[in-house]
């Protein structure tokens, strides 16, 4: 068995940080990993295009310590997909996504993201020529309908055909979309969850890994869902909040290690960090996913407004973290609690 097999072993609770554009790029996934060893983290979407005739490295590129890291790709042609799906594999990724969710005017355009909800043929098209040319897990993700869809008839449909043309994994986000009437940021609120339209899907299709999507917010929240279902996905509350990603290995993967604290994932951070500003990057742009970190903690604001205020000048370098990590530490509140 190969490790790219052991993503989807049956009844393996899985633990995934969402695909989320403008927000899960290198340095985010660089940050999470520091925090969970053993969460599959996802790339934004990429178009298909953007992965043959753009620059591969920008778009693609990728840190050894992100594995077990998956692309996510946007489209819908079926030789197109395939094509890009293995530009993905060469990379080093650890699986392929096809984007069946999101319901952006640009997608729907596009002919690819959730629109293709009415088209489960064409997305089981996509994953036989994609699993036709690579040898890493193809896994679709989903919505439960789109507009005036029966989510009943509509999710079992691309369930059933994608797994029948090979899908590893349907990760499903447990809302409707609605193409017309709601924006993107209205469609992961909006429409209502339904969870147990999830679950039904899983009881139908036992020995398929079925991972569930939408507005998990705590661990505490989902664990319970691991007793039918096969992973939980968290998009916002783990970019937002991404402590809980510390707790992730024990309580879902049973490792035997501690909660990883914010502050060691800090430290644990600082040599990715060095050596990106050492090629150039800004300190900015990879501590804007830090943000969140110390979310209701004591000096939480001030780790905020240290980072957001002095990472966008120029030169700005470690002291900068420094600095802001020295305004959430232990010892200056327990000082302050003893006063």
Known sequence: MTPHDRLYTAHQPRFAVAPMMEWTDRHCRAFHRHLSAHALLYTEMVTTGAVIHGDREHILGFSD??????CQLGGSDPQVMAEAAKIVEDF???EVNINVGCPSDRVQSGRFGACLMEEPQLVADCVSAMKAVV??????????GVDDQDPEPALDA???????AGSDALWVHARKAWLQG????????????????VVRLKQRLPDKFIGLNGGLDTLDQGAPYLKTLDGLMYGRAAYHSPEILGEVDARLYGAETETISPWDAVRGHMTYLEDQLSKGVKLAHMTRHMLGLFHGRPGARSWRRILTVEAIKPGAGLEVVEKALDAVSPANFEVDAAE
């Open 92 to 94: 080093g990724y650890d």
């Open 65 to 70: 310590l992100e594995h077990p890291v998956a």
């Open 135 to 144: 040898t890493i897990p193809v896994t679709v993700k989903c919505r439960i």
């Open 182 to 197: 709601l924006s993107p940021k209205e469609n992961r609120d909006v429409p209502p969850l339904d969870y147990d339209r």
């Open 158 to 164: 691309v369930a059933d055909l994608t797994f029948a």
